[in-house]
């Protein structure tokens, strides 16, 4: 029997909001130790749970998304586990949005007795993770980790070609990158958002290059004026002035930035001192620039992107998730706690559909939620009608947004 988010969240209404975070030692050890303190669990799970663990950048410049991913999952554990029934055991190691740390932290994962991944929250670390998950037949749906690199078996959107095989036990809960850009590119055009249009990008980063790909492919097919295209590596992106000088020379109207918000807050910053206002377009990296450390939010006012999520949504889902994330956390919950909620409960539903018990190997488990998740539909806090495809890419449909008054606002 199907389970929807809609019908749990009704039970899960009446329960009280359990929270509490345990902090632990440090999980970039080699060496697997079962009885290692998780970073972040569930707190006091039943015995005979089955074992999901995450990885995560719970500390460093990324660490925004992962704690959002963190603390998503975690209110989503913890009311199912207040339903009764199956049970689960919730624990989320940090990587620091590095990839030979999240291979040990999905070790250190392994060492405790994970049955089923979380993934790690950031592309570039995805990619490394899913490898090994793949080779351990250990079941894998990331929140957020959307490069194409980490399903593998996906078409290059330039080429066509298959580039890397397909993981089968590998699925996303977020748009995968060639989405990301080919819809950001249909919007701007649907919408009619700039004549003159720039682009910059990370080009030593796996996510912003396969938006920025898919995202130029879509662009000549619709015929978008494109009048710039610059880029940026980790090492160059605290000065952006050669690339908005650019952009402003050649009197780009819109910029598409397919990046995560720590670059776009230095963007936005540098593009006030010299002058430069042009439209700003986004895509889900974006989510989580109004909590940047020092960042001025006035500057991001009128900054346009495309989220599955909208927190200020009426429904009571998203409702009943924002209260309990902000009494938990102090903050509104972005796309990327929103995303971590989705997979909890989608493979809860596909554990519970697949008569899945504690005592199964991993193995077993993966192929019973392969087997669900290839013909299940779901309907969950970013999306209605969620399906997967083999290539274990999720459809569900964006949401164009707006930042206004410091708050995200729907745009359709």
């Given at each position: 029997?199907?389970k929807?988010?809609a019908l749990l969240?009704?039970?899960?209404m009446?329960?009280a909001?359990?929270?509490?975070c345990?902090?632990?030692?440090?999980?970039?050890t080699?060496?697997p130790?079962p009885?290692a303190n998780?970073?972040d669990s569930?707190?006091?799970?039943?015995?005979?749970?089955?074992?999901?663990?995450?990885?995560g950048p719970l500390t460093?410049g990324?660490?925004?998304?992962?704690?959002a991913?963190a603390?998503?999952?975690?209110i989503a554990?913890?009311?199912?586990?207040?339903?009764?029934g199956?049970?689960?055991?919730?624990?989320?190691?940090d990587?620091?949005?590095?990839?030979?740390?999240?291979?040990?932290?999905?070790?250190?994962?392994?060492?405790w007795?994970?049955?089923?991944?979380?993934?790690s929250v950031t592309s570039t670390?995805g990619?490394?993770t899913?490898?090994e998950?793949?080779?351990?037949?250990?079941?894998?749906l990331?929140?957020?980790?959307?490069?194409?690199d980490?399903?593998?078996?996906?078409?290059?959107?330039?080429?066509?070609?298959v580039d890397i095989?397909r993981?089968?036990?590998?699925f996303?809960?977020?748009?995968?990158?060639?989405n990301q850009?080919?819809?950001?590119?249909?919007?701007i055009a649907?919408?009619?958002?700039g004549?003159?249009?720039?682009?910059?990008?990370k080009?030593d980063?796996?996510?912003?290059?396969?938006?920025?790909?898919s995202f130029d492919?879509?662009?000549?097919?619709?015929g978008?004026?494109?009048?710039s295209?610059?880029?940026?590596t980790e090492?160059t992106?605290?000065?952006?002035?050669?690339?908005l000088?650019?952009?402003?020379?050649?009197?780009?109207?819109?910029v598409f930035l397919?990046?995560?918000y720590?670059a776009?807050?230095?963007?936005?910053t540098?593009?006030?001192?010299?002058g430069?206002a042009?439209k700003?377009f986004?895509?889900?990296?974006?989510d989580?620039?109004?909590?940047?450390?020092?960042?001025d939010?006035?500057l991001?006012?009128?900054v346009?992107l495309?989220?599955?999520f909208?927190?200020d949504?009426?429904?009571?889902?998203?409702q009943s998730?924002v209260?309990?994330?902000?009494?938990?956390y102090?903050e509104t919950?972005n796309?990327?706690?929103?995303?971590?909620?989705?997979c909890v409960y989608?493979?809860y539903?596909?554990?519970?559909?697949?008569g899945v018990?504690?005592?199964?190997?991993?193995?077993?488990?993966c192929d019973a939620?392969?087997?669900?998740?290839?013909?299940?539909?779901f309907d969950?806090l970013?999306g209605?009608?969620?399906?997967?495809?083999?290539?274990?890419?999720?459809?569900k449909s964006?949401?164009g947004m707006v930042?206004?008054n410091?708050?995200?606002?729907?745009m359709?």
């Amino acid at each position: 029997m199907k389970k929807t988010l809609a019908l749990l969240l009704a039970v899960c209404m009446m329960v009280a909001m359990l929270a509490g975070c345990a902090n632990g030692d440090d999980p970039s050890t080699t060496t697997p130790t079962p009885d290692a303190n998780p970073t972040d669990s569930v707190d006091n799970p039943a015995a005979g749970a089955i074992k999901i663990g995450g990885v995560g950048p719970l500390t460093g410049g990324a660490a925004i998304y992962g704690n959002a991913a963190a603390n998503g999952a975690k209110i989503a554990a913890e009311e199912i586990n207040a339903l009764g029934g199956l049970q689960l055991d919730l624990r989320y190691e940090d990587d620091a949005h590095d990839a030979e740390k999240s291979v040990n932290a999905y070790n250190t994962l392994k060492g405790w007795g994970m049955q089923v991944f979380l993934g790690s929250v950031t592309s570039t670390p995805g990619v490394a993770t899913s490898v090994e998950a793949n080779a351990d037949h250990m079941f894998y749906l990331t929140p957020s980790a959307s490069s194409t690199d980490v399903l593998g078996g996906v078409a290059n959107p330039l080429t066509g070609t298959v580039d890397i095989e397909r993981k089968d036990n590998v699925f996303q809960m977020c748009f995968v990158d060639p989405n990301q850009g080919s819809a950001s590119a249909q919007y701007i055009a649907d919408q009619s958002l700039g004549s003159k249009i720039a682009v910059i990008y990370k080009n030593d980063d796996v996510y912003s290059t396969g938006v920025y790909n898919s995202f130029d492919a879509k662009a000549k097919e619709l015929g978008l004026n494109v009048v710039s295209v610059t880029t940026f590596t980790e090492d160059t992106k605290t000065d952006f002035s050669v690339q908005l000088g650019d952009a402003k020379a050649k009197e780009a109207d819109l910029v598409f930035l397919p990046m995560y918000y720590d670059a776009a807050a230095l963007i936005f910053t540098q593009a006030n001192a010299m002058g430069y206002a042009p439209k700003w377009f986004g895509i889900d990296g974006m989510d989580g620039i109004l909590g940047v450390e020092g960042f001025d939010t006035s500057l991001a006012e009128g900054v346009m992107l495309l989220t599955p999520f909208n927190a200020d949504a009426e429904d009571d889902a998203t409702q009943s998730f924002v209260a309990k994330y902000k009494a938990a956390y102090g903050e509104t919950p972005n796309q990327f706690a929103a995303d971590a909620y989705d997979c909890v409960y989608a493979i809860y539903a596909a554990l519970s559909n697949a008569g899945v018990t504690a005592d199964m190997s991993a193995s077993d488990i993966c192929d019973a939620l392969i087997g669900q998740f290839t013909s299940m539909t779901f309907d969950g806090l970013t999306g209605e009608g969620m399906t997967w495809d083999a290539s274990g890419a999720v459809t569900k449909s964006p949401k164009g947004m707006v930042i206004q008054n410091g708050a995200y606002v729907g745009m359709d």
